[in-house]
């Protein structure tokens, strides 16, 4: 068997040197302990591990280019949710494309549905419902006349090679004056920043739009922290402008579960 290297909280130097001192073969990590992985000045010691996975939330296709041409390695990521485990995954052996989490595994059926763009899956991995909770489990499963269908509440796309790409999550979507924003797409533009650590976006009430897309961000140093013009000015390179950022807040960590996925709908509460 393996054994298994824990830590008490991740610290990108204590990864590093463990990588050398227990000759570390496998990582499994968030996007954001890439992306401070990826800022380390021996970034490169990654090479020496022969896999990485990525998972509980969207790796921006920026930072697996970066860690693929500066760490010499290509991280693989996947998907999946505590109601079905593993859903979808990029291959071991095959090219593992940024910005999507591959295929689906065998035994599970996906679709994506053309209207809402929600995921459904079905498949022997997937539960069977929620303990004495009817009315939700009404709301997640479709039945079709062949399929047990659940709705995961994930967007996504597949691309014209059958690679899934995840957009968001359904009650995370910003309605702002008509037009659908995904908040990982202003995410994956503001996280290329160089003033910015780590970002979320959500959509805060607006009575002129409906919602307005508002910026959470951790600045790599508290004493030169990124103006919201700065940041407006940055994303229009990249962005329409009803995508642009409206608020700025700048904050000293974002809240996450335990798998390290951010709690967007905590930021909109506080």
């Keep these: 068997g393996s054994s298994a290297i824990l830590q008490d909280g991740f610290q990108v130097e204590e990864v590093i040197q463990a990588i050398n001192n227990h000759q570390i073969s496998m990582f499994f990590g968030v996007p954001t302990m890439y992306h401070r992985l990826a800022r380390h ?95 939700a489990n009404q709301e997640v499963f479709v039945d079709s006349p062949t399929e047990h ?17 995840i957009t968001g999550r359904k009650k995370e979507l910003i309605i702002s004056g008509g037009y659908n924003i995904y ?22 009430p607006s009575e002129e739009w409906g919602e307005e897309v508002g910026a959470w961000i951790v600045p790599v140093s508290q004493e030169k922290t990124p103006s919201l013009e700065e940041i407006r000015e940055f994303c229009r390179q990249y962005l329409a402008a009803y995508k642009l950022p409206q608020r700025l807040v700048i904050v000293n960590d974002l809240p996450r579960n335990a798998l390290g996925k951010v709690l967007r709908h905590e930021l909109r509460e506080n």
């Design 41 to 135: 000045p021996q970034v490169e010691e990654m090479a020496k591990m022969r896999l990485c996975v990525s998972g509980s939330a969207p790796l921006a296709p920026s930072l697996h280019r970066k860690l693929t041409q500066e760490a010499g390695i290509e991280v693989l990521e996947r998907y999946g949710m505590t109601e079905t485990v593993m859903l979808v995954s990029n291959p071991y052996l095959g090219e593992r494309r940024s910005g999507t989490v591959g295929f689906p595994l065998p035994g599970v059926k996906m679709k994506v549905e053309e209207q809402s763009g929600e995921i459904l899956v079905s498949g022997p991995n997937v539960f069977q419902g929620y303990w004495n909770q009817l009315d």
């Design 149 to 165: 269908w659940f709705r995961t509440g994930d967007l996504g796309n597949l691309d014209e090679d059958g690679y899934l790409e």
């Design 183 to 204: 908040p990982r797409e202003v995410d994956d533009v503001l996280i290329n920043h160089p003033a910015v650590e780590q970002v979320a976006v959500a959509g805060l």
